[in-house]
C-alpha cells in the first residue's frame, strides 16, 4: 500500500480506502456484520487505513457496520462520515441543514460509529444556498476546536461545483470528495486544479462508474433487477457506456491486467488525487480494490503525475 498526504488535514491516508455506500441497502442488502468485520480485518492486513460512509447510508446503518468492525482498533482507522441528510423508508432522504439539525446529526454519527472523534467530515451534496451559512460553519469549526471533529471536509454532489470548492479553505475545510473515473472526467477541468490551488485533499469517489469499468460486462447487456442502480439508468446511455467501456478496455488496459484496479489505478495517476475510494461488499473485492496500489500505470494526459 501507498499512502498520501491528504491536502492541508496532513493525515497520510492509503491511497486506495473503503467506501460504505452499498452497506446501506440501497443496491442490494447489505452484508451482515460478520462480513463487514472481515472485510475490514482484510483491509487493515492490506494496509487500507480510511473509510468513507454517511448518515444516510441507510438511517446510520453503515456508520453502524463500520462502528462495529473497526471497535477494536479505532486508532489505525481514518473515518469520514458526512452530514445534511435524513434517511426514510423507501429509500428516501430529506434534507437537514441547519446548524443545530446538523449537530444532531453529529451525535447521532458519534454515537453510530461509536467513537468519540470524526477524522474527516464532511459537507454532503448540499446546494449552494445551504452552504453559504456563515452559522453552519462556524458551528462546525467550534465542534472541531471541542475535539468532536479533527477535519472538516466538501463531498461536492455536482463534480462540477467550483463555487464549494473554491470556498472550502475559507470555511476550514482541508479536503474535497468528488465523482471522478475514466468515463466522467469533469473533475479535470475546473474542481482539480482549484484543489491544487489550494493544497486540498481529493477523495475519488464511484471509481468503478457504477460498476460499468469492473470489466464484467458486454455491450447488450442489460441491468433489469429492481435493487440495481443501473436498471434506473437510460437504456441507450446504458449501451453506449459499456460501447466505451469495451473500448477502453481493448485500447488502454494493458494485457493481463484486471479492469476493476486499473480503473481505481487510473484515478489515482491524476496529480490532484489523494485516495481513491471504491466500494465493497465482499472480501474479494477488497483485495481487488487494493491490489491498484501496486499497479504503475502511466498516463500520457497528465505527464507530471506521480
Not at 444532531?104 to 470524526?118: F, K, N, V
Not at 456563515?134 to 461545483?161: E, F, P, T, Y
Not at 479535470?188 to 464511484?206: D, I, K, S, T, W
Request: some cysteine; glycine content about 8%; aromatic content about 8%.
Amino acid at each position: 500500500m501507498k499512502y498520501r498526504r491528504l491536502g492541508t488535514t496532513g493525515l497520510r491516508v492509503s491511497v486506495v480506502g473503503v467506501g460504505t455506500w452499498q452497506f446501506g441497502g440501497e443496491w442490494g442488502p447489505p452484508p451482515p456484520s460478520s462480513e463487514v468485520e472481515r472485510m475490514f480485518g482484510r483491509a487493515r492486513e492490506l494496509g487500507i487505513n480510511l473509510v468513507d460512509t454517511a448518515e444516510c447510508y441507510g438511517d446510520h446503518l453503515s456508520e453502524s457496520l463500520v462502528g462495529k468492525a473497526i471497535a477494536h482498533d479505532r486508532a489505525h482507522w481514518i473515518v469520514a462520515t458526512k452530514f445534511g441528510h435524513k434517511f426514510h423508508h423507501n429509500f428516501e432522504r430529506s434534507e437537514e441543514w441547519t446548524p443545530q439539525q446538523v449537530l444532531q446529526q453529529l451525535e447521532a454519527s458519534l454515537q453510530a460509529l461509536g467513537t468519540d472523534y470524526i477524522d474527516l467530515y464532511q459537507f454532503h451534496s448540499g446546494t449552494d444556498a445551504v452552504f453559504d451559512q456563515d452559522a453552519l460553519w462556524q458551528m462546525l469549526n467550534d465542534q472541531v476546536q471541542a475535539g468532536k471533529i479533527r477535519h472538516l471536509g466538501i463531498s461536492i454532489g455536482s463534480n462540477d461545483n467550483l463555487h464549494q470548492t473554491q470556498q472550502a479553505t475559507e470555511v476550514g475545510a482541508g479536503a474535497i470528495q468528488v465523482v471522478y473515473n475514466r468515463l466522467d472526467r469533469t473533475p479535470e477541468h475546473r474542481v482539480f486544479p482549484a484543489c491544487r490551488a489550494q493544497n486540498l485533499g481529493v477523495l475519488a469517489r464511484v471509481p468503478l462508474a457504477s460498476g460499468y469499468l469492473s470489466g464484467k460486462y458486454r455491450p447488450g447487456t442489460e441491468f433489469v433487477a429492481q435493487d440495481d442502480v443501473r436498471s434506473r439508468h437510460n437504456k441507450a446511455e446504458v449501451q453506449a457506456r459499456l460501447t466505451m467501456v469495451e473500448e477502453i478496455k481493448q485500447r488502454e488496459v494493458p494485457a493481463g491486467v484486471p479492469m476493476a484496479p486499473w480503473a481505481i489505478a487510473w484515478c489515482l495517476q491524476h496529480p490532484a488525487v489523494t485516495c481513491v475510494i471504491p466500494g465493497c461488499k465482499s472480501v474479494e473485492q477488497v483485495e481487488s480494490n487494493a491490489s491498484a496500489a501496486e499497479l504503475e500505470l502511466v498516463r500520457a494526459d497528465h505527464p507530471q503525475a506521480a
